[in-house]
């Protein structure tokens, strides 16, 4: 029996930046509000908020005896739903956005499939003008989407298979769909299907400089695999924020959530980590 040889396959990890916080002052605002506990902050802007408001000191407060005291004794954290975050994530995958998806309590926006895979298509469509048959197809199909960089995945040997399943999937409706090029390609660019017939390279350039067509519609989304790397803007308020940081960063979470989650709380603010993270807690304390 052949000896089958085992490695590790490599991975991207996403990148994360925070684009706005909206401040702990809103927050402490509220759970006064609450109380009416005003002239107890240690905060003077929370403490003359109802005589003399100056938002741009409540939106610049750092730290919070009570919102720590409602968090951590009490666990009273609706409060601190008032307080929020925006991470721009470059480079996650589909499969991470599946995950995603099961926390309720968030704003997300993320890049569309339908609006933006007019390269991948265009790589295929100027595939077919190989004109020495399928493998030679695929070889000019493998080059381009490599090129690209579509995938979390960087192992080459593993891509070729996936690239190969989405050559496939797209040569399987390609020989079922009269309508297949039209549906690929802008309108204006469908003559330079017959200008370039047979040069796949000089078809390629001529599809990707000229008008693309943005939304291909639902016909083509079924190719993309869990590996294929998404960008999103992601929101979320802090008590969600923390409930996403206990399971997500956690050994028993799905690997490329756990990157995106620790990314994520790199870059979250230590003010906002005091409140949520039983590390930075402690921390705090010892500080």
Request: aromatic share 10%.
């Amino acid at each position: 029996m052949e000896k089958i040889e085992k490695y590790t396959i490599e991975y991207i990890k996403p990148k994360v930046t925070l684009l706005q916080e909206s401040g702990l002052g809103v927050a402490e605002i509220a759970a006064r509000t609450c109380y009416d506990s005003f002239e107890s902050s240690e905060n003077e802007s929370v403490k003359n908020a109802m005589s003399r408001l100056d938002t741009d000191a409540i939106n610049s407060i750092e730290k919070s005896d009570l919102l720590s005291n409602l968090a951590w004794v009490h666990h009273h954290h609706s409060i601190i739903e008032h307080a929020t975050l925006s991470f721009l994530v470059e480079g996650t995958s589909r499969g991470v956005l599946q995950e995603h998806a099961r926390h309720r309590l968030q704003a997300i926006s993320v890049r569309s499939t339908r609006y933006t895979m007019s390269s991948v298509i265009n790589a295929f469509v100027a595939s077919l003008e190989s004109g020495v048959g399928t493998q030679e197809a695929f070889k000019f199909f493998l080059e381009k989407l490599l090129a690209l960089e579509l995938f979390v995945i960087s192992d080459e040997d593993y891509l070729a298979i996936e690239i190969r399943a989405i050559f496939d999937k797209f040569l399987f409706q390609y020989k079922r769909d009269e309508s297949f090029l039209t549906n690929a390609v802008a309108k204006s660019s469908l003559p330079y299907l017959e200008e370039f017939k047979g040069d796949s390279e000089a078809l390629y350039e001529a599809l990707e400089a000229g008008k693309r067509k943005r939304n291909v519609g639902d016909g083509f989304k079924h190719i993309v695999s869990d590996n294929w790397r998404v960008d999103m803007v992601v929101t979320f308020n802090i008590r969600s924020l923390k409930n996403y940081f206990d399971l997500r960063d956690s050994g028993a979470a799905w690997f490329q959530i756990q990157w995106l989650a620790q990314k994520m709380k790199e870059v979250t603010p230590i003010k906002y980590l005091r409140l949520i993270s039983k590390e930075h807690k402690s921390k705090d304390k010892k500080d």
